[in-house]
């Protein structure tokens, strides 16, 4: 497993600092070691105190990790003052390790984390960077060169770049979201400001940036790769406290776990029905269906592609699962969550007065809705399963387990089943299949 080293403060708050980097190495999948340089007091609304840490515990920090692992890459954030950051430079120097630089001047809820210039502080550490990653406000305190454009950016990323480094990448999330990468020629890392807490930011940033060069890639693809990380987890931040969001380095490594597991429940759940009642499945077909948590849209609910379909007395799925494949019961799920976050699954079935009778034999709680009172303009199906949903909740009963409506002109009558999960769903439908028997 590569390994690779960061050394920073300790954010006690947990946005950034060495927890962030942590976060990050732990998301990109290398072993990192933590090279404590300051104990910060700070939450989301800004630093109450640090305590530096001595520059001989910082180095007999370093010493101890480099004489015994491999370290592939090493990155800096805070070195709060010269003493840290030369102690820094000198040890650094004895290993032929590509370095990243975060040249932190200030937290991002707010508070001073360096004493003395930035560019004084740095001068001995830059000539042995691989990467120095200013943002806005660094970058000006380096060069000396206000900034209020690209052109500006491109100024100080050459200023910079004279003081040593063999790469520049002055980003751009102050201004717009657009960064600058200079190593003797211009490259923009085209991006845009999205919304989201970006507290931690610059910390992952310059983190994810260590871990794809210890990996072999080159700066700019490097560079690129960590933009996408760090944009990622700006999206799925999460408000810890009253202050900025803190970015959530794993947030897309789960979804992309979570969207595994779903498409393996509905799979589940698919071979659980092979063996209920036929006409259970309506003439139009049926699907089964599940969501990822937090599901906004269509494309984070799963389903099989083709449906579900009766062949002679055999249930049928035609196609494989996949996201996006359900605009009729997904569609319901993403009503049902609007009110319950759990209510993740669904599946239609035939509608019949039997199956309505085994399903309140089965104690699941029932509600119809009537398809001749939706609005113009309206999808029947989310009006009709917000509608019932709503009348349920103002009854004090909560999420009907079963919702249906009654034949109308041109339309088929149907039941929704919903749960948790697929097999949870399965197991219910499973149920009401041998009620009816």
């Known amino acids: 497993m590569l390994a690779v080293m960061t050394i920073a403060g300790s954010d006690s708050g947990g946005g950034a600092g060495i927890q962030a980097d942590a976060r990050t190495f732990a998301a990109l999948g290398v072993f990192g070691t933590s090279i404590v340089t300051a104990i910060t007091a700070q939450n989301t609304l800004g630093?109450?105190?640090?305590?530096?840490?001595?520059?001989?515990?910082?180095?007999a920090q370093m010493s101890a990790v480099l004489s015994d692992i491999d370290i592939r890459c090493v990155k800096t954030g805070m070195l709060a003052t010269v003493e840290i950051a030369e102690a820094v430079a000198?040890?650094?120097?004895?290993h032929k390790v590509p370095i990243v630089v975060d040249p932190v001047i200030d937290a991002e809820a707010g508070g001073r984390l360096v004493i003395g210039e930035l560019r004084e502080l740095l001068a001995r550490l830059l000539p042995e960077t691989a990467v120095v990653t200013p943002n806005i406000s660094e970058a000006e305190a380096i060069s000396r060169i206000a900034i209020r454009n690209l052109d500006d950016m491109k100024r100080a990323a050459c200023e910079i770049y004279a003081l040593g480094p063999?790469?520049?990448i002055v980003t751009g999330g102050h201004l717009s979201g657009t960064d600058v990468l200079y190593d003797g020629s211009f490259q923009l890392l085209r991006g845009k400001l999205i919304k989201g807490g970006t507290h931690g930011a610059g910390c992952t940033f310059s983190a994810a940036l260590t871990v794809f060069l210890a990996k072999g890639y080159p700066v700019k693809q490097s560079a690129v790769m960590a933009k996408t990380f760090v944009t990622d987890a700006i999206r799925n931040s999460e408000r810890v406290g009253s202050g900025p969001g803190a970015v959530n380095q794993f947030a897309a490594t789960l979804q992309r776990a979570e969207r595994y597991l779903?498409?393996?429940?509905?799979?589940?759940?698919?071979?659980?029905?092979?063996?209920?009642n036929p006409h259970l499945i309506p003439e139009v077909g049926s699907n089964l269906a599940m969501a990822i948590s937090g599901a906004k849209n269509l494309a984070e609910v799963a389903a099989v592609r083709g449906r579900i379909v009766k062949v002679a007395d055999a249930i049928t799925p035609v196609g494989c699962v996949t996201f996006g494949a359900s605009r009729h019961v997904g569609g319901a799920i993403l009503a049902a969550l609007n009110h319950d976050a759990d209510m993740k699954s669904a599946m239609n079935l035939r509608y019949s007065d039997e199956v309505i009778r085994a399903c309140q034999e089965l104690n699941l709680a029932t509600k119809c809705f009537e398809r001749r009172q939706e609005p113009d303009a309206m999808s029947t199906?989310?009006?009709?399963?917000?509608?019932?949903?709503?009348?349920?909740?103002?009854?004090?009963t909560g999420v009907p387990?079963?919702?249906?409506?009654?034949?109308?002109?041109?339309k088929e009558a149907m039941v929704l089943i919903f749960g948790h999960s697929a097999q949870r769903v399965a197991d219910t439908v499973v149920k009401i299949s041998s009620a009816l028997r």
């Open 90 to 94: 000198d040890v650094l120097s004895q």
């Open 262 to 276: 779903t498409l393996l429940d509905v799979e589940a759940g698919l071979r659980t029905i092979k063996a209920i």
């Open 166 to 168: 063999k790469s520049v």
């Open 381 to 396: 199906i989310e009006w009709g399963i917000a509608h019932a949903i709503e009348r349920s909740l103002t009854q004090g």
């Open 401 to 410: 387990d079963v919702i249906y409506d009654r034949e109308s002109v041109g």
């Open 47 to 59: 630093v109450l105190d640090v305590y530096n840490l001595p520059a001989e515990l910082v180095v």
